[in-house]
């Protein structure tokens, strides 16, 4: 990969806002650098949105819903369909430009566009299944008749880790139930998600239907439309604190609301399962991304007999792991987001090893340019180190032990969160007790990565309510109306 061919792709994404079907500049031309996490060089300038910027897009976004929640089904899901075939036609420039802005290795940039598009493609199958019921009432005196309509402009909020997948994943749903939006993308990574609103303007989508609009101040800029009235729908990833600022903000005036919060995983391993699958479990759900998911396994359970052995096998696998920048073709692990994320990463493994645990592998930041902290493993961690309460959201598996179903049940919900939780066990009737009994919104048994486009992906507790993905996903962006048919 050359620089050329970087700022090829750079040169060729939007950087303005996009409202009501144009791009233009914010109010008072300020700009927003973007930069790159592996080096710190700045990568490109976009448009920081004021204010007035945002009520202008919801203004657009309202006005097109007038029009939008009429057309045909099947038009929105060919538009639908016509994005993810640009999307899988560009994978390589949308992959390199992930990885420019996120810092993940291009690998992985290839995988989340093609997950990003998994939705698009899915959504564009779903926006002609929607529907209501015809039945007669129980008393016989009348019909009862359901619709399905668009519940209306809907704001969304992204996260800086999966810049495209995140967009993709609400923006599809929205679009296929006939609902208008606008995108707010995070600071760090707007770029990915200007790019696809390029690619939306491409397959001839209706101006106004989706509005992107970046911005350096959040909150000025995003709490008026949520609490605007004219808003009937938020999706908003990111953290627990933040979400719960938002939900009780559009609650002032009953707005629906999806929250995909934090997350503090478990990890469950025992002492019947087969340990080499274990083991490459752990890697996808600890290293994929870096780390930084909200599925990221964060605490390793692993019952007794097979700690030590589990532990050893998986330091060897992280261990050997090669950082680099994710456009190095070497490049396994890239860098954290940026350095205040380092730094919280590495002040959870200095509490952890204060307090007695052992080090396998890992353990300092990276020398060198970047944000850069190396796959840690960590074993003994006692429990009242601060990595087993805080969700890590980087490359740092901590182990700890149990006996018994009991135990590791407990360990696993001890914590506010309930997102994701992964089980590994040969014990088929294992497998069901341990399912049923955690508290999370996913459970992958047997294998490390939950997400696919045709399930509901969202958590409980203080990991937020709400699904995407799948019919469940769907549902989200429409509200029934019952209609009392007298046939007399």
Excluded at 82 to 88: G, P
Aim: aromatic letters at 6%; proline letters at 6%.
């Amino acid at each position: 990969m050359t620089a050329d061919d970087e700022r090829a792709v750079l040169d060729a994404v939007p950087t303005g806002l996009f409202i009501g079907g144009a791009w233009r500049e914010a109010t008072g031309g300020a700009r927003l650098p973007v930069e790159d996490p592996a080096t710190g060089a700045v990568l490109a300038h976009v448009a920081d949105a004021t204010p007035e910027d945002g009520l202008a897009a919801l203004d657009a976004a309202d006005t097109a819903f007038q029009t939008f929640r009429t057309i045909a089904p099947r038009e929105r899901g060919e538009i639908l369909r016509r994005v993810y075939e640009l999307m899988v036609a560009r994978i390589d420039d949308l992959a390199l430009l992930m990885t420019l802005e996120m810092g993940k290795p291009l690998a992985e940039s290839r995988g989340e566009v093609a997950y990003a598009a998994s939705f698009i493609r899915w959504y564009a199958e779903e926006a002609v299944r929607i529907n209501g019921r015809f039945q007669v009432a129980e008393n016989g005196a009348f019909r009862v008749l359901t619709m399905q309509q668009p519940v209306g402009p809907c704001i969304f909020i992204t996260p800086w880790n999966f810049p495209l997948a995140m967009g993709a994943r609400k923006i599809g749903p929205a679009i296929a139930a006939g609902c208008t939006c606008v995108v707010k993308p995070a600071g760090q990574t707007p770029l990915s998600m200007l790019a696809l609103a390029g690619l939306f303007e491409e397959a001839g989508l209706p101006g106004g239907v989706l509005n992107v609009i970046t911005a350096s101040r959040s909150g000025a800029v995003m709490e008026p439309l949520i609490a605007d009235p004219r808003s009937r729908k938020l999706s908003f990833t990111g953290s627990t604190s933040v979400g719960r600022r938002l939900a009780a903000l559009g609650a002032q005036h009953l707005m629906r609301v999806s929250m995909e919060l934090g997350g503090n995983a478990p990890f469950i391993v025992f002492a019947d399962a087969d340990l080499d699958a274990a083991v490459e479990g752990a890697m996808v759900a600890k290293m994929r991304n870096m780390g930084e998911a909200c599925t990221s396994a964060n605490r390793f359970i692993v019952e007794a007999p097979i700690a030590a052995d589990f532990g050893a096998r998986l330091a060897a696998r992280m261990g050997a792991m090669r950082l680099a920048r994710g456009t190095e073709a070497t490049s396994e692990v890239g860098p954290l987001i940026d350095a205040r994320a380092l730094a919280g990463v590495h002040e959870l493994v200095e509490d952890a090893v204060a307090r007695g645990a052992t080090l396998l592998t890992g353990g300092a930041p990276a020398d060198g340019a970047g944000h850069f902290y190396p796959p840690t493993v960590i074993a003994d961690v006692p429990a009242d180190a601060r990595l087993l309460d805080e969700e890590i959201f980087g490359p740092v598996a901590p182990i700890v032990t149990f006996t018994g179903e009991d135990e590791a049940v407990a360990r696993a919900n001890a914590t506010p969160y309930g997102l994701a939780s992964y089980l590994y066990t040969r014990d088929l009737g294992r497998a069901f007790r341990m399912m049923e009994r955690l508290e999370a919104g996913m459970v992958g048994v047997n294998q490390g990565l939950v997400s696919n486009a045709s399930a509901p992906f969202g958590g409980v507790k203080d990991s937020g309510f709400g699904r995407e993905g799948g019919p469940e996903g769907l549902q989200e962006y429409l509200e029934t109306t019952y209609v009392a048919l007298n046939v007399d």
